[in-house]
Each structure stands twice: as structure tokens, then as C-alpha cells.
């Protein structure tokens, strides 16, 4: 099937053309980036012949089968449900989230100044959005793992000059956008010049002997995801997370173990969204009662 772009792709496909553009317009500069695109990706998947809208769930600790997501969104204050959206099992967490906020404030009027997620939304796309949106994020920062390399020879990255300082000084120069399929993300890379790297004493252990150079790639809007770094370390953001773990998964429990969401009954995108809004109704009916 064609893969169509969803929200976050096609934000982070703008700043990839954007920052090309900048590339290209940089007499300074060799001409370097990626291939234009000349179709639409496409994807296999699997699918349902008897409910075509769910989606293949393949998750660690997770049931595997044909479900729907139900991602949805609790106020912490009284923990009013104010969004519930239904997509197929097979779409990542993440994806439609910044869309859902808009939804939000913009059918309600909502004054949405932090939010709170789990690690399936640590994506640098998403904290870039959140900032546009003038929202702090509290996430869970995905633990990632560091290079080998990287533990023995210190990068520091320069913001204003948009390049990366090895310990011997050397620098590595932005030098063109990258798409990673497979993770559905782009990175700006960063070389140093053959000729730094030939006679260099720490090359062994940087990079080895089949490569000519050192590399590194950096996430677009990394700066973002590195901000939300940061604040992990506040007292808010454990506040927050606490928060989170008490309204949204207390909320899908309660849902599920009393509000008839433990399964769907019918099939479709639309009878299952159905389904979710009545359960949602029900148990919002009760959280205003006790609001007031």
C-alpha cells in the first residue's frame, strides 16, 4: 500500500527542504543532499480480512492481534477526559498527537501549558511542535545508546556555527540531510575533512581504519529533544510524571474494568470511535459531578 505522510513526516519533511535550500543557496558550500523523491513510498502490511480498518499490534508485553489505538487525553485537575481518538493498532503512539492538541484547543478553547507522555512520544519532531505550540513538554526521554566512539574521543557541538568540535579541535562540518526509512526520521550529517582525519593519533579508536572519516548524525530539532532532557532533572517534571501515571493510566483502567472498554463489539473506525465516546462520556459524567 502507499505510505501517506502523516503530520509529524510532513513537518519534519519541511525542514529537511528548508534546510537544504539554506545548503544550496551557501556559495561557500559543495552541493550535497539527499535524492529528491520521485513516487510515494510504499509499505507491506498486514491486514484483516474481516475488519480492514484495525491494524497488526506488535508490541513487546502486548497482545499480538488486530486492535485499534485509543489514544487519549486527561486533565489532570479533575481528570476530565478531553480528547479520545481512535486510529488502527499499527500507528505509532506519537503520531498523532500534535494534531490532537490543536483539536483541542482549538474546538475548546482550551489553555494548554504542559503536558505530560511516555516514552513513545520522545521524538525530536514532537518536541519541536510542542515548543511552536507554546506548550512544555514532560517527557520520558528514551534512553539511548551511546557510541563507542564517543566514550573515548569528546564531540561538542556549536550551535552557532552548526558544527561539531572533536578534542583535537578539528571540525566537523554540516554536510547534508539524511532519511532513515526504516525509523521514519531525518538527521543533518556531519563530517571532518579526510585530511584531519589521515595522520590523526585518536583515529583507531574514533572510527577505525575502513572509514576515511569521522561522521556523526544529529536528529533535526535535536535541540528541542535535548531541552526536554534537561528538564527531566526538575522537581515539575516529576510532579507531572506522577500526575500522568496517576490520571491516564488510572483513567484506561477504570475504563477498561468498568466501562465496558475491555473489547469492541463492532467493527470499523467509526463504531469503535463510537464505542470509546460513550465509555469516555460515562466516566466524565461522574468525574464532574465530583468536580462540582
Known amino acids: 500500500m502507499e505510505k501517506k505522510p502523516t503530520d509529524y513526516l ?11 535550500n539554506d545548503r544550496d543557496n ?13 513516487s510515494p513510498p510504499e509499505k507491506e ?43 488502527a493498532a499499527n500507528v505509532n503512539d506519537h503520531e498523532p498527537f500534535i494534531k490532537r492538541l490543536q483539536v483541542q484547543k482549538e474546538k475548546f478553547g482550551l489553555h494548554i501549558g504542559k ?24 517527557i520520558s526521554p528514551i534512553k539511548g545508546a551511546i557510541d563507542q566512539a564517543e566514550r573515548s574521543v569528546q564531540f561538542t557541538f556549536d550551535e552557532m556555527n552548526d558544527a561539531y568540535y572533536c578534542s583535537n579541535g578539528k571540525a566537523l562540518q554540516f554536510t547534508h540531510v539524511k532519511w532513515h526509512s526504516w525509523k521514519q526520521s531525518y538527521s543533518k550529517i556531519y563530517a571532518a575533512q579526510t585530511k ?47 500526575q500522568r ?30 464505542h470509546c465516546l460513550f465509555s469516555a462520556m460515562a466516566i466524565n459524567i461522574k468525574r464532574m459531578i465530583k468536580a462540582n
Open 115 to 138: 503536558v505530560g507522555a511516555d516514552k513513545g512520544y520522545d521524538r525530536s519532531g514532537v518536541h519541536h511542535e510542542l515548543e511552536n505550540l507554546k506548550i512544555t513538554g514532560y
Open 245 to 274: 501515571r496517576i490520571w491516564c493510566e488510572g483513567t484506561f483502567g477504570t475504563m477498561k474494568r468498568k466501562h465496558n472498554l475491555k473489547e469492541t463489539y463492532k467493527r470499523g473506525i467509526r463504531n469503535v470511535s463510537e
Open 196 to 242: 584531519d582525519c589521515k595522520s590523526c593519533e585518536l583515529r583507531q579508536q574514533c572510527f577505525g581504519q575502513t572509514a576515511s572519516r569521522k561522521t556523526i548524525e544529529r536528529p533535526l530539532f535535536q535541540e528541542a529533544k535535548e531541552r526536554n532532557q534537561a528538564r527531566k532533572q526538575s522537581q515539575e517534571y516529576s510532579v507531572i510524571q506522577r
Open 45 to 87: 502490511v498486514q491486514q484483516s480480512t474481516t475488519d480492514p480498518d484495525s491494524g497488526l499490534l506488535n508490541r513487546p508485553n502486548k497482545p499480538k492481534g488486530f486492535h485499534y489505538l485509543a489514544h487519549t487525553s486527561v486533565d489532570v485537575k479533575h481528570g476530565i477526559i478531553t480528547d479520545i481518538h481512535v486510529t
Open 10 to 20: 510532513e513537518e519534519l519533511e519541511k525542514e529537511a527542504r528548508r534546510i537544504e
Open 26 to 38: 551557501d556559495p561557500t558550500r559543495k552541493k550535497r543532499g539527499r535524492k529528491p523523491k520521485t
